[in-house]
T-cell receptor, first 110, second 115 residues
Framework: QQNVQQSPESLIVPEGARTSLNCTFSDSASQYFWWYRQHSGKAPKALMSIFSNGEKEEGRFTIHLNKASLHFSLHIRDSQPSDSALYLC??????????FGSGTRLLVSP | GALVYQYPRRTICKSGTSMRMECQAVGFQATSVAWYRQSPQKTFELIALSTVNSAIKYEQNFTQEKFPISHPNLSFSSMTVLNAYLEDRGLYLC???????????FGKGTRLTVV
């Protein structure tokens, strides 16, 4: 059974800082990996995804995936107050089932 | 674009009663629909996954007897919380995907309060 864990549970960083969020998974056959972001009172929305080992960058956001270590991460460069939200990592192992982590609550202080 | 609507947005029910929530996919075919619960502590739990032409699969700690789900077509799903108690409180999210798209699209959720 897939077990997805996130760390830290919450994080406060100053505006302009680099932020790192971590996610570990237990099923080595996992194939698809996402980060979702949920602003207060809103639906979770996919932020970025990665499907193969390595790194992917989109603007201020970078994902790293290391399947061998069962770990992937999200890095935010030049964090902004608007980045404050609940960040959820999600993993899919073949088929339709997507399992989410419990989330990291990020607060970027101005 | 792909949108998912959930209703009601908020509901209050008395302890021991039941309530039904609905999920509507617009702009894509909801081949699979997953129901999640986000607890007051923000834990994100998968309740069950419904895929067209397959049996609905419930996760550990969740049963069909407690959370019956209907997924009659590619645009609609509903879930009922039977005999609701305090521990059933939370935000219930519907996440839908089509067969060719790996992203899950979420509705804004139905917030259940049990009194």
């Amino acid at each position: 059974q897939q077990n997805v864990q996130q760390s830290p549970e919450s994080l406060i960083v100053p505006e302009g800082a680099r932020t790192s969020l971590n996610c570990t998974f237990s099923d080595s056959a996992s194939q698809y990996f996402w980060w979702y972001r949920q602003h207060s009172g809103k639906a979770p929305k996919a932020l970025m995804s990665i499907f193969s080992n390595g790194e992917k960058e989109e603007g201020r956001f970078t994902i790293h995936l290391n399947k061998a270590s069962l770990h992937f991460s999200l890095h935010i460069r030049d964090s902004q107050p608007s980045d404050s939200a609940l960040y959820l990592c999600a993993v899919r192992t073949g088929g339709y089932k997507v399992v989410f982590g419990s989330g990291t609550r990020l607060l970027v202080s101005p | 674009g792909a949108l998912v609507y959930q209703y009601p947005r908020r509901t209050i029910c008395k302890s021991g009663t039941s309530m039904r929530m609905e999920c509507q996919a617009v702009g894509f075919q909801a081949t699979s629909v997953a129901w999640y619960r986000q607890s007051p502590q923000k834990t994100f739990e998968l309740i069950a996954l419904s895929t067209v032409n397959s049996a609905i699969k419930y996760e550990q700690n969740f049963t069909q007897e407690k959370f019956p789900i209907s997924h009659p077509n590619l645009s609609f799903s509903s879930m009922t919380v039977l005999n609701a108690y305090l521990e059933d409180r939370g935000l219930y999210l519907c996440g839908a995907r089509d067969g060719g798209n790996t992203e899950v699209f979420f509705g804004k959720g139905t917030r259940l309060t049990v009194v």
